[in-house]
């Protein structure tokens, strides 16, 4: 079975630090990743997603990057963290294994508190 | 692109009573329309998901219901439980894009 794992899972950062969120998803391969943000109460923001290593769709302009460096680790990236940038942020994967790669899965989140 | 609207935004019952929460994609390729639930300061979590091809499934206490014409979707829980209360996201896709979700409905459920 497949398995989704975000470290970490709580972060209190200072204005204007970097940051590096991690997602690995074990049990399959080649899975399509995502990155959501979450502000408080609110709903899912697509802001990356990637096919395959190296490849990354950007769906906001933002301070954010993304990097895939391995088939099955996906990482969310920043030089200089704003306030905005605080909220729940989810890693989710779909993958032919889950038997569709319209479905996708959803890690456990990473809090994220900028102040 | 595919944009989905979901309402109501928030929806308080009685336990026992029926919850709907309603659905419209506007891009008529989509053919993947699935639902999550995600309870308070957890991940969403799928409960229930339809494709193009089939009007109605259901699952237990919970069904969705497709109308490709008017292109909407529909989430019906019946006998709602304290438990049912969650926030519950619809989302469509269409090959080849990512899933695009509604904003989201906070379900209440009042014993």
């Known amino acids: 079975s497949q398995t989704i794992h975000q470290w970490p899972a709580t972060l209190v950062q200072p204005v204007g630090s970097p940051l590096s969120l991690e997602c690995t998803v074990e049990?399959?391969?080649?899975?399509?990743l995502y990155w959501y943000r979450q502000a408080a109460g609110r709903g899912l923001q697509l802001l990356f997603y990637?096919?395959?290593?190296?490849?990354i769709s950007s769906e906001v302009p933002q301070n954010l990057s993304a990097s895939r460096p391995q088939d099955r680790q996906f990482i969310l990236s920043s030089k200089k963290l704003l306030l905005s940038d605080s909220g729940f942020y989810l890693c989710a994967w779909s993958g032919l294994e889950a038997g569709s790669t319209d479905t996708q899965y959803f890690g456990p989140g990473t809090r994220l508190t900028v102040l | 692109g595919e944009n989905v609207e979901q309402h109501p935004s928030t929806l308080s019952v009685q336990e026992g009573d029926s919850a709907v929460i309603k659905c419209t994609y506007s891009d008529s390729a989509s053919n993947y329309f699935p639902w999550y639930k995600q309870e308070l300061g957890k991940r969403p979590q799928l409960i229930i998901d339809i494709r193009s091809n089939v009007g109605e499934k259901k699952d237990q206490r919970i069904a969705v219901t497709l109308n490709k014409t008017a292109k909407h979707f529909s989430l019906h829980i019946t006998e709602t439980q304290p438990e049912d209360s969650a926030v519950y996201f619809c989302a469509a896709i269409s090959d080849g894009t990512p899933l695009v979700f509604g904003k989201g409905t906070r379900l209440s459920v009042i014993a």
């Open positions: 990637s096919v395959g290593i190296g490849q």
């Open positions: 049990g399959t391969s080649n899975p399509n």
